[in-house]
Each structure stands twice: as structure tokens, then as C-alpha cells.
């Protein structure tokens, strides 16, 4: 009887002790699982920070400026035409002055030259005789072929300056000339030809 109940004793504590160890090892399965997973975020975090790395260092190389011209084209400069009424003539004038309440005929002849700069020189003669004289005149040609300037006439011993205004024309290597003089004490026009030299 006494065998019996060492043998029963002997298997209660045979099962007690596997029941105690299979409670025990899930219990440490469970805590290593829970250890691996704390090092799964880490190892995510530190491969997030290489990317936002990466990808700011590659946005900075691309740059415009090696696309822009080093040289201006030759084809975008313009050049510069000569000045079209360059050339010289000649030509008359006439008209009236009227001083001290008596009429003097003014006439004559004009010889021009026209420069690159549109400076008219020349000579201007009176043929009315000695009542009246040219002492002075000084002209002027635009780009656009406006004559614009001045004359003095001397008539008994009295200077009186007219202003003179016209036009030139070009019309193949011909050049054409006409325009007015006017002031206070009189007017008369004056007209011309002559040759391109542009």
C-alpha cells in the first residue's frame, strides 16, 4: 500500500513539474518577441533620414546660367547708313527787302556742298547791284532732308538776317533743293540741283 501511494506521489509530481515548465516558456517566448520589435523602428528611422539626405543633395546641382549666350550675334548689330544728302549744287535766290518804305530786289546765285554731317558750305552772290550785299549765311540739312539756317543782307549799311527753311530731295544720284527765306523786313525762295557723292 505504501508503494502505491509513492508511486501516485512520484506522478503528481512528475506532472506538476511539466506543467510548470510549459507555463514558463511561453512566458519567455513572448518577451524576446517583444524585443525584437522594439528594434524593428529604429533601423526604419535611421534608413528615413538617409533619403531626405539623398534627395536634398541631387535638387541642388542643376543651373540655368550655362544655358545663357557668352557672345552676342554678329546679325543683331546694325550698322549705319551714310547720311542720304551728302553731294553739292547750285542754284538761285530772290526776293524783296523792304527798308526805309523803299523796295529792294534781292537775287543771286548759291553754290552748295552738303558733308557727311549735313554742314551746308558754299558761296551766295547778289546780282541786284550795290544796294544790297550778302554778308553772312549759315545752313543746315537734317536726316530727314530738312534745310533750316540763316542769311545776312546788307542794305545801306544795315545788317537784316532772314531765316531759311526748305527741303532736299534725292532721286537716284540727283539731288534737289527749294525752300523760302523770310523775316521782317522782306521774303524770297530759293531752289537748286546738284549730285549725290554717299
Known amino acids: 500500500m505504501k508503494r502505491n501511494q509513492l508511486r501516485f506521489i512520484g506522478y503528481f509530481l512528475a506532472i506538476g513539474l511539466i506543467i510548470v515548465l510549459i507555463m514558463v516558456m511561453p512566458v519567455s517566448c513572448s518577451c524576446s518577441s517583444k524585443s525584437s520589435t522594439t528594434t524593428?523602428?529604429?533601423?526604419t528611422a535611421s534608413t528615413y533620414t538617409t533619403n531626405t539626405t539623398t534627395t536634398t543633395t541631387?535638387?541642388?546641382p542643376p543651373l540655368t546660367t550655362?544655358?545663357?549666350p557668352k557672345t552676342i550675334p554678329t546679325s543683331a548689330v546694325t550698322t549705319l547708313t551714310s547720311f542720304p544728302y551728302q553731294g553739292s549744287g547750285t542754284g538761285v535766290f530772290s526776293g524783296q527787302v523792304k527798308y526805309n518804305n523803299k523796295i529792294y530786289p534781292v537775287d543771286g546765285t548759291l553754290?552748295?556742298?552738303i558733308d557727311a554731317n549735313g554742314v551746308v558750305t558754299g558761296s551766295m552772290t547778289g546780282s541786284s547791284g550795290t544796294s544790297v550785299t550778302v554778308t553772312q549765311?549759315?545752313?543746315q540739312v537734317d536726316a530727314n532732308g530738312n534745310i533750316t539756317g540763316s542769311s545776312t543782307f546788307e542794305v545801306n549799311s544795315?545788317?537784316?538776317?532772314?531765316?531759311?527753311?526748305?527741303k532736299v530731295?534725292?532721286?537716284g544720284s540727283a539731288l534737289s533743293m527749294q525752300g523760302t527765306w523770310?523775316?521782317?523786313y522782306g521774303s524770297g525762295t530759293f531752289s537748286g540741283t546738284g549730285t549725290t557723292s554717299k
Open 58 to 60: 541631387t535638387s541642388i
Open 66 to 68: 550655362t544655358t545663357l
Open 169 to 171: 530731295t534725292v532721286s
Open 40 to 43: 524593428v523602428p529604429s533601423t
Open 111 to 113: 553754290t552748295v556742298a
Open 137 to 139: 549765311r549759315t545752313l
Open 158 to 166: 544795315t545788317s537784316i538776317t532772314f531765316s531759311w527753311q526748305g
Open 182 to 184: 523770310t523775316g521782317d
